[in-house]
């Protein structure tokens, strides 16, 4: 009870700026989720191919890495780090109301690129913003800002259903006929297979999808506006009176609430610890550190197998939320959009119950124990997705299987390999970037071969990453067996070296004491 009742003190304490920090992260998951069920609504809209409008995952996770590295500088002081999260936050909501009016394809590209940038701006925020004021007492609330994430992600595509079309009109040039496409297009079904009405019968079928990102726009605006209020309160906005807080100010409240004395001038090195425990750290600056050499291959092994198997598991998330839909309403599922709408919302669903199950689950059993019983679980379900694929049940029952394998992946990956180099490399780094690369790659490659090969591919490509990423993990085993081996010897050479000293100091006094 002391514990529990410590951490709702410092939650009392600071109330205020957790419930903002993880509000910010429910507009994070309101963006990342909602292009899989309108993919072929803004595939008719801006009239181009399935394997052109991947690109535009492709540009939304760059812009996400690049967002994440920059976030960093506005780390320093609270008043930047919260104008930060206010713009970043008002500008989806504005990308949102704008991306109805997106008709080319490069256009829609460079807007989702400015939600990439605004996501990683926030993800990087809030999580540092978060272990700074908690500190050791940080990880429940860092789980609670990722299920908001994973809340964000369940909320987005049930929105976009109800407005989900099967056909959309589209005018090509100035002529005044009238196209009517269904969403077999992914199937890429040249448009002169379809009967061309004639304009006098037909009237022309707007898609009505529009309302569902202005309706997202709309919800997320009490994003933005709840950061501004805590700038209000914290007096950091300039036509209020009062010095700008800092965040060191936090830190110290923290240390206040832990029991310990909050020093005067907190020095920079602390913050900079808490950067990387929160997994941003620049991996630049890894890469330059001095102490890597003469490290043996395994430590190097571990951090590259280690960020290979989230490269496959996370571009299997990335690319199953991307496609499912899309591979859902063609043959040979043939569901109907309402329908087929529902499965990335099952989907994240599936993901934010399993980060949740997997809480008490680590205190029971090892990570890897769990890496396994995931990894094996992912294979299992893809392919049995694959054997039933004209079961339409199986494929929500698998959708559902799958986000509840692939949710705890990522923090039992980190869990293993922190614990293999004892928090002595850079882990963490490597994972997060890992992990967005999968996202960022395999979104691109999945549907460039969905376009070119048909819907099946979806599944098989799905089932050659999970196996890959099955084989590497194994190959981690055995690079974690050779460390292990290595920093065993190591520990008997220090521990020679030590006794003779320890024997000479122990002979040293007893002179003395003779004396």
């Not at 109301?97 to 829609?108: E, G, K, Q, S, T």
């Not at 209000?232 to 830190?251: A, N, Q, V």
Request: net charge negative; with cysteine; aromatic share 12%.
């Amino acid at each position: 009870m002391f514990i529990e009742e410590r951490i709702l003190t410092l939650f009392k304490r600071n109330w205020q700026h957790t419930l903002t920090y993880w509000s910010v992260f429910f507009s994070f998951g309101l963006c990342i989720a909602f292009l899989g069920p309108t993919i072929l609504d803004l595939q008719c809209q801006t009239q181009s191919t399935l394997q052109q409008i991947t690109w535009v995952f492709f540009s939304q996770q760059f812009c996400l890495l690049i967002g994440s590295s920059i976030g960093g500088v506005f780390k320093k002081t609270l008043f930047s780090a919260l104008s930060a999260l206010f713009l970043s936050s008002l500008m989806i909501s504005v990308i949102f109301a704008i991306i109805p009016f997106c008709y080319n394809v490069l256009i829609l590209a460079i807007a989702m690129a400015v939600t990439g940038l605004a996501m990683g701006v926030i993800d990087t925020i809030a999580n540092i913003q978060l272990v700074a004021i908690y500190q050791k007492d940080s990880a429940v609330f860092l789980q609670a800002l990722h299920f908001f994430i994973g809340f964000g992600a369940l909320v987005s595509p049930l929105i976009a259903d109800p407005f989900l079309s099967e056909h959309c009109g589209n005018n090509t040039g100035g002529e005044e006929s009238v196209h009517l496409h269904h969403r077999m297009t992914v199937y890429n079904i040249e448009r002169s297979n379809f009967s061309t009405p004639t304009p006098q019968h037909v009237e022309k079928e707007e898609s009505i999808v529009s309302y569902a990102f202005w309706i997202m726009s709309v919800i997320n605006l009490p994003v933005p506006i709840a950061v501004l209020v805590l700038m209000y309160l914290e007096k950091l906005i300039p036509c209020c009176p009062g010095s700008k807080t800092r965040l060191l100010d936090k830190d110290e409240l923290s240390m206040e609430a832990q029991g310990t004395e909050a020093a005067p001038a907190p020095e920079p090195e602390p913050q900079q610890n808490h950067d990387e425990v929160g997994g941003h750290g620049d991996i630049f600056s890894c890469c330059k550190n001095g102490n890597l050499s003469g490290l043996p291959p395994s430590f190097f092994g571990v951090h590259i197998l280690g960020g290979v198997v989230l490269f496959m598991t996370d571009g299997i998330v990335g690319a199953y939320a991307g496609f499912v839909y899309t591979y859902a309403v063609a043959k040979p599922m043939s569901l109907t959009p309402k329908d087929a709408g529902y499965l990335a919302s099952l989907f994240w669903a599936a993901i934010t119950a399993g980060r949740l199950v997997s809480i008490p689950l680590a205190y029971r059993f090892k990570p890897v124990r769990l890496l396994m019983v995931n990894l094996a679980g992912v294979i299992v379900t893809v392919l049995l997705l694959l054997l039933l694929y004209t079961s339409s049940t199986f494929l929500f029952v698998g959708t559902c299987l799958l986000g509840l394998f692939l949710s705890s992946i990522f923090p039992c990956m980190l869990a293993y390999t922190e614990d293999i180099l004892d928090y002595q490399g850079c882990a963490t780094t490597v994972l997060v970037t890992s992990a967005g690369l999968g996202e960022m790659v395999l979104q691109v490659v999945v549907g460039s071969i969905i376009h070119d090969a048909g819907s099946y591919s979806f599944l098989l490509c799905g089932m050659i990453i999970g196996c890959i990423g099955f084989i590497v993990f194994f190959g981690l085993l055995l690079c974690d067996r050779v460390h292990r081996n290595y920093l065993t010897g190591t520990s008997k050479k220090t521990a020679m070296v030590e006794e003779p000293s320890t024997e000479d100091n122990n002979s040293k006094i007893t002179t003395l004491n003779h004396s």
